[in-house]
């Protein structure tokens, strides 16, 4: 199993330019989500899915849109990309079976906004 | 919604030496507290969790206690190891079977372990 797969790793782009972070688990997981991390910010969660065709918001969510037509496909788009943008982002999966549960991530995806 | 505030923010410790970190949560209906570790450049990974229904869970060299009256958890690395240096999260969720999957994240311990 690959588990969590992201693309791009790495990705600049200019104040105004938009595009679509890639997220895909083999897991057969309900649960997935995008989290950004800044510097002494911790986690924070943008967005996050319980099920194909059910998204919510999560913390930050402005400036970011999502949407889940599969189980394993979970893309996070910019529509117009901001310098506040600038951030690593990892996109988690999770089973929603039983009470506790590990929340799996990717391996990220470093944007640099200009 | 859930507040986790998490310190300190960094800790230095000498190889062998014990190390605590702290977290406090403010939504008195959250019920899971996983601990994640991320290494330099890696993405996160748990190490423990526990739930609300238990005081305290042990494996190997980590441990994490609970005291919900008065909403903390807490992470115990014993014989520390410079492999041990990263930065922790604490986390807190209302998890139930069939909802509320959420977390909300403390804002990291940077750990370094010395030699």
């Known amino acids: 199993n690959a588990g969590v797969t992201q693309t791009p790793k790495f990705q600049v782009l200019k104040t105004g330019q938009s595009m679509t972070l890639q997220c895909a688990q083999d897991m057969n997981h309900e649960y997935m989500s995008w989290y950004r991390q800044d510097p002494g910010m911790g986690l924070r969660l943008i967005h996050y899915?319980?099920?194909?065709?059910?998204?919510d918001q999560g913390e930050v969510p402005n400036g970011y849109n999502v949407s889940r037509s599969t189980t394993e496909d979970f893309p996070l788009r910019l529509l117009s990309a901001a310098p506040s943008q600038t951030s690593v982002y990892f996109c988690a999966s999770s089973s929603v079976e039983g009470t506790t549960g590990e929340l799996f991530f990717g391996e990220g995806s470093r944007l640099t906004v200009l | 919604g859930e507040n986790v505030e998490q310190h300190p923010s960094t800790l230095s410790v000498q190889e062998g030496d014990s190390a605590v970190i702290k977290c406090t949560y403010s939504?008195?209906?959250?019920?899971?507290f996983p601990w994640y570790k991320q290494e330099l450049g890696k993405r996160p990974q748990l190490i423990i969790d526990i739930r609300s229904n238990v005081g305290e869970k042990k494996d190997q060299r980590i441990a994490v206690t609970l005291n919900k009256t008065a909403k903390h958890f807490s992470l115990h690395i014993t014989e520390t190891q410079p492999e041990d240096s990263a930065v922790y999260f604490c986390?807190?969720?209302?998890?139930?079977?069939?909802?509320?999957?959420?977390?909300?994240f403390g804002k990291g311990t940077l750990l370094t372990v010395n030699p």
């Open positions: 939504d008195s209906a959250s019920n899971y």
């Open positions: 986390a807190a969720s209302k998890r139930s079977g069939g909802s509320n999957y959420k977390l909300t």
């Open positions: 899915s319980v099920g194909a065709g059910i998204t």
